[in-house]
């Protein structure tokens, strides 16, 4: 089997596993990321998935989702406790974590990751209230109205902006 059917047969694998999971336990939104990440990190030139027991590869990708999404906290939406991954899994708590670390460092996963985030965590980002001016972050209420226009503007479509007032 060459090395990129063995990519493809973990991945559609991983995908399984993982939107099983989701389906039961989470929801549609977090099957769709975590196939984002499975389909993202099968196009890495070192595909970390490639060897190594996939029940522990599911586990993880699901835990580095939750984790950037607050999943583990009992005041967010979904929530779930970490345990009841490896459980459902059969997976060992500091292995998964290990590999949900090495995956948050491949995909660059992050706290409120435009990408990798829930609709809820991107629409309560409290960085959306906020942009850089001068190099310091300040409340966009703070800016003249046509400068908070320009910065809706740009965030619509996917883009941030910075504004320099000439006064330093």
């Known amino acids: 089997m060459s090395k990129g059917n063995t990519v493809k047969t973990r991945e559609k694998e991983l995908l399984g596993l993982t939107g ?5 336990r989470l929801d549609d939104e977090y099957r769709q990321l975590c196939e984002k ?9 070192e595909v970390p ?3 190594g027991k996939i029940e522990i590869w599911a586990a993880a990708i699901v835990h580095a989702i939750g984790s950037i999404n607050f999943l583990f906290d009992k005041s967010f939406e979904p929530f779930l406790p970490a345990e009841e991954i490896n459980e459902y899994f059969g997976t060992n708590s500091s292995t998964v974590s ?4 090495q995956i948050k460092d491949m995909l660059d996963l992050w706290y409120f990751n435009p990408e990798f985030s829930t ?4 629409e309560n980002n409290p960085l959306n209230d906020m942009v850089m001016v001068d190099g310091f972050i300040v409340p966009i209420s703070s800016i003249p109205e046509d400068m908070q226009e320009m910065v809706r503007k740009e965030r619509a479509e996917g883009r941030d902006i910075e504004f320099t007032s000439g006064l330093s």
């Open 119 to 122: 609709r809820y965590m991107i």
């Open 98 to 101: 290990n590999k949900a670390r």
């Open 37 to 45: 990440g499975i389909l993202k990190l099968g196009r890495k030139k």
């Open 20 to 24: 099983a999971f989701c389906s039961q």
């Open 49 to 51: 998935f490639k060897r």
